[in-house]
């Protein structure tokens, strides 16, 4: 099917919400706080400095959820009365957050992870052809983690997601979890079809997207609305 240039997802077939509920690597938090947070992040009238703690606020609960599964092992401690078996995380982690949207979502995994490496990739999206375009790329030459948990607000056409993901396994990362705020239908089918060994972790799964590729309800332009560049 071709595209029309001007705009890029008309007469693309998108999967409504119900259709891709059923994918195993999908996980949509059922959280009161999350719901919460989410509806106050999206109204038009919050302020930069608002939305920006907001999304420190939802990753923090999100990654909560996310790292449910890490593995552990024992690790040896006293306590102030005796020795004891505590458990320790087994594998080392990265914060991968695609810039520029991805940064708000780091301070909120460094409260849980204070020892996470972080590295930055640069990925823009080509508003033509929805296309990622990467631009800037901070990861070393091999692998320095085990699980990397890719941080972006919004999963929109999958693009970003897809570019970023390629880039890591070719590092060598052993596990990739996605991490955002909202997804469309649309950008989760294209993850999780062509990734399925990557779970997804987002607040709110929403309807479609529209002709611009663009998430609908949606909350606008996550980099704009936090860096007070709308």
Same mark, same amino acid.
């Given at each position: 099917?071709?595209?029309?240039?001007?705009?890029?997802?008309?007469?693309?077939?998108?999967?409504?919400?119900?259709?891709?509920?059923?994918?195993?690597?999908?996980?949509?938090?059922?959280?009161?706080?999350?719901?919460?947070?989410?509806?106050?992040?999206?109204?038009?009238?919050?302020?930069?400095?608002?939305?920006?703690?907001?999304?420190?606020?939802?990753?923090?609960?999100?990654?909560?959820?996310?790292?449910?599964?890490?593995?552990?092992?024992?690790?040896?401690?006293?306590?102030?009365?005796?020795?004891?078996?505590?458990?320790?995380?087994?594998?080392?982690?990265?914060?991968?957050?695609?810039?520029?949207?991805?940064?708000?979502?780091?301070?909120?995994?460094?409260?849980?992870?204070?020892?996470?490496?972080?590295?930055?990739?640069?990925?823009?999206?080509?508003?033509?052809?929805?296309?990622?375009?990467?631009?800037?790329?901070?990861?070393?030459?091999?692998?320095?983690?085990?699980?990397?948990?890719? +941080? !972006?607000?919004? @999963?929109?056409?999958? %693009?970003?997601? &897809?570019?970023?993901?390629?880039?890591?396994? *070719?590092?060598?990362? /052993?596990?990739?979890?996605?991490?955002?705020?909202?997804?469309?239908?649309?950008?989760?089918?294209?993850?999780?079809?062509?990734?399925?060994?990557?779970?997804?972790?987002?607040?709110? +799964? !929403?309807?479609? @997207?529209?002709?611009? %590729?663009?998430? &609908?309800?949606?909350?606008?332009?996550?980099? *704009?609305?936090?860096? /007070?560049?709308?």
């Amino acid at each position: 099917m071709v595209r029309d240039p001007e705009f890029p997802m008309r007469g693309v077939a998108q999967p409504r919400t119900e259709e891709v509920r059923g994918y195993a690597q999908l996980h949509v938090s059922s959280h009161p706080l999350v719901a919460h947070k989410l509806t106050l992040l999206r109204r038009t009238e919050t302020t930069s400095k608002q939305f920006t703690e907001l999304v420190a606020e939802l990753s923090w609960l999100l990654g909560y959820e996310a790292m449910a599964d890490l593995p552990l092992q024992p690790l040896e401690i006293e306590t102030p009365m005796e020795a004891t078996t505590g458990r320790e995380l087994a594998e080392r982690i990265g914060l991968v957050p695609i810039l520029r949207a991805g940064l708000g979502m780091v301070a909120g995994f460094r409260e849980l992870m204070p020892r996470a490496q972080v590295w930055h990739l640069g990925l823009y999206r080509n508003e033509r052809t929805l296309q990622p375009v990467e631009y800037y790329n901070r990861l070393p030459e091999r692998a320095t983690v085990q699980i990397c948990l890719l +941080l !972006d607000p919004m @999963l929109a056409t999958g %693009g970003s997601a &897809l570019g970023a993901v390629r880039i890591l396994k *070719d590092w060598g990362a /052993g596990r990739i979890k996605y991490i955002g705020l909202i997804a469309a239908p649309y950008g989760v089918q294209q993850l999780a079809d062509q990734h399925p060994d990557v779970d997804i972790h987002v607040g709110a +799964l !929403d309807r479609e @997207l529209n002709d611009r %590729g663009y998430i &609908l309800p949606g909350l606008g332009d996550a980099g *704009d609305r936090q860096f /007070g560049t709308s």
